[in-house]
């Protein structure tokens, strides 16, 4: 793929050196640059074109993974690509045997009268494809399709403009499903950017009048949230832990002031304090795991801990581009990584601490600067996504729905 490879290289480079970081801006990105991938793939006739198409995603989605492994939503959207290529051969492959059914009919009127033979339409093969999570290719669909007699009389009688139309056929069929496929990756990149507005909808249902909202940090989907119940004339008061030590609470906060919301910025050690006048707490998530578990800015499962202590309902938003078929304990998903210490010690201050060192040269103070934390499904109450709420225990299924099994782990598949 000489065409796309310097965008591949250029965004490659801006996930290792961190130039882009966030969900919502890694998946929309991703899903971009595989709609380049497929547009500028070049088919050949004679491959599994559905095949070769994955293959050459699957190419361009390692090499994104391996350049920042925290970013699990390139993953994510990796693999939304993968399945929706999966389901468009699925689908062009069903058109094509309804249409061989409709199109070949026998010359013998009295045979297909009183044929009794059962036909296999193209939504129960479709149905039995998809419930297989597998892309089967059109000759494996057609082995057990009985072939009557005028086919073969067809076949023979007209053998060279058989093949001249099943080769035209092959090269429409090809254009079809890229087309499609790049039609649906663009039907992903609008849903990514609108997930918001489904998530927000719901608001007026959580949020009753003269509730008490905490959260943590600032999160544009919680953000949101809050906005749509202000604008139902919910009146309400929020306490934003402020998420230290990079303090996004701060901005969250200032935000919320603006949109006229109460708000009441306290600090991240306050939380078991204060969470006994709370009623909700209304977080966002850098990923959802299978298990229901949720990847969250550091501080989060101190949050949630304060709330099932206290039977508080902790909520989690987000949209359906962080749900991560993974579970925490593959080794594909890397839970966690460090920032610089700068962000908690001014080094200049600290200066002298750092010189000095244990006979085995080890040094005395070290810095360690997480950036998320881990909150098992146990402590999660509901997810609210941009298809409706959904408890823990669901996720798994929800996630069925947009992953294909085979998929897991992104990987080119090796040529014989």
Do not use: W
Not at 56 to 69: C, H, K, S, Y
């Amino acid at each position: 793929m000489p065409d796309v490879q310097p965008l591949v290289s250029d965004f490659v480079l801006k996930l290792k050196r961190r130039k882009v970081e966030g969900s919502h801006a890694v998946a929309r990105q991703t899903a971009e640059l595989l709609r380049s991938v497929v547009s500028q793939h070049r088919m050949v006739s004679s491959a599994n074109q559905a095949a070769a198409l994955a293959d050459a995603v699957r190419a361009v989605g390692e090499q994104l993974i391996a350049a920042n492994p925290v970013e699990l939503a390139v993953g994510n959207i990796v693999r939304r690509v993968l399945h929706i290529i999966k389901e468009e051969d699925i689908s062009s492959t069903a058109v094509g045997i309804e249409g061989l059914s409709v199109t070949v009919d026998s010359d013998d009127e009295y045979d297909s009268e009183h044929d009794d033979r059962p036909a296999l339409s193209a939504a129960v093969l479709a149905a039995h494809a998809r419930n297989a999570l597998r892309a089967p290719s059109l000759q494996t669909l057609l082995e057990d399709i009985p072939v009557s007699p005028a086919v073969s009389r067809t076949a023979s009688s007209t053998g060279d403009s058989d093949g001249k139309s099943k080769s035209a056929g092959d090269k429409s069929s090809t254009r079809k499903l890229k087309h499609d496929v790049i039609a649906a990756i663009g039907d992903l990149i609008d849903e990514i950017d609108s997930c918001y507005e489904p998530i927000s909808e719901q608001a007026v249902e959580l949020i009753h009048q003269n509730e008490v909202i905490l959260t943590l940090g600032r999160s544009r989907t919680v953000k949101e949230f809050l906005y749509a119940a202000k604008e139902k004339k919910r009146s309400f008061r929020v306490f934003v832990a402020e998420g230290a030590p990079r303090y996004q609470g701060h901005v969250l906060a200032k935000e919320l002031v603006e949109k006229g919301v109460q708000t009441t910025v306290i600090t991240d050690s306050a939380v078991f304090a204060m969470i006994s006048r709370v009623n909700m707490v209304i977080v966002g998530a850098h990923a959802i795991m299978a298990n229901g578990g949720v990847i969250a800015p550091v501080g989060m499962n101190m949050v949630a801990l304060a709330a099932q202590r206290h039977a508080v309902p902790f909520v989690v938003v987000a949209g359906s581009h962080k749900l991560c078929p993974l579970y925490p304990h593959n080794p594909e998903v890397l839970l966690n990584e460090l920032k610089s210490p700068s962000d908690l010690l001014d080094f200049g201050e600290f200066s002298d601490c750092m010189n000095f060192s244990t006979q085995d040269g080890s040094p005395l103070l070290n810095v360690v600067n997480p950036t998320f934390d881990y909150v098992p499904p146990k402590l999660v109450s509901l997810f609210i996504t941009d298809t409706g709420g959904h408890s823990p225990s669901y996720m798994y299924r929800l996630i069925a729905e947009y992953y294909s099994a085979d998929d897991l782990v992104v990987r080119r598949k090796a040529t014989s």
